[in-house]
């Protein structure tokens, strides 16, 4: 591919290794940021820029990265209303897929009891933050839809930034 501005542009390449490590897909008319080191394909004697890491500008990557997931899982039906599973309007058994040592598992607890006396919850102890917290989150996912145990599954944590809560976006737990 080619980046260029108003007044230059260098023929560039960025290798799937590169590639599948960016949290976004590059698109063409897209303004970057690229990184890498400068190389010479020696078949037409030109430079090139290996490209080792892509940032978008004027958009945050995590947006992007985010806008493209949906648009992806839009396209694959996921959102289908004909998918979506009606929830039972009084559940009797919930599952909470959190961490047990913060404090968004007391908070769930008092209102749940405090709303529905008489529930049977089951929390599934999971990483919601950093590094392992996308397999913790589809773990536990699993874990509920094939026991068929809960009616209902809450997957939650306490606030934090767009990069703390993006293990909720990738798309394994999606």
């Not at 394909?41 to 090139?48: I, K, L």
């Not at 599973?85 to 769930?108: E, H, K, N, W």
């Amino acid at each position: 591919f080619s980046l260029k501005d108003a007044t230059a542009q260098i023929k560039a390449v960025c290798f799937r290794g590169s590639l599948r490590l960016m949290k976004f897909q590059p698109q063409e008319g897209l303004a970057v940021l690229a990184r890498g080191r400068l190389d010479v394909y020696e078949p037409r004697g030109e430079y090139q820029l290996i490209v080792e890491v892509i940032e978008p500008q004027g958009f945050g990557a995590l947006q992007l990265a985010f806008e493209q997931l949906k648009r992806k899982l839009a396209m694959e039906g996921l959102f289908d209303a004909a998918r979506k599973r009606a929830l039972p309007q009084f559940p009797r058994r919930i599952g909470i897929v959190t961490s047990p040592a913060g404090a968004v598992i007391r908070d769930m607890l008092h209102v749940l009891e405090r709303r529905f006396p008489g529930l049977h919850i089951r929390l599934y102890p999971a990483q919601v933050q950093g590094a392992g917290s996308v397999e913790a989150l589809v773990e536990a996912l699993r874990y509920f839809s094939e026991s068929g145990w809960a009616e209902v599954v809450i997957v939650g944590r306490g606030g934090g930034s767009l990069e703390d809560l993006w293990a909720f976006n990738e798309e394994a737990v999606a």
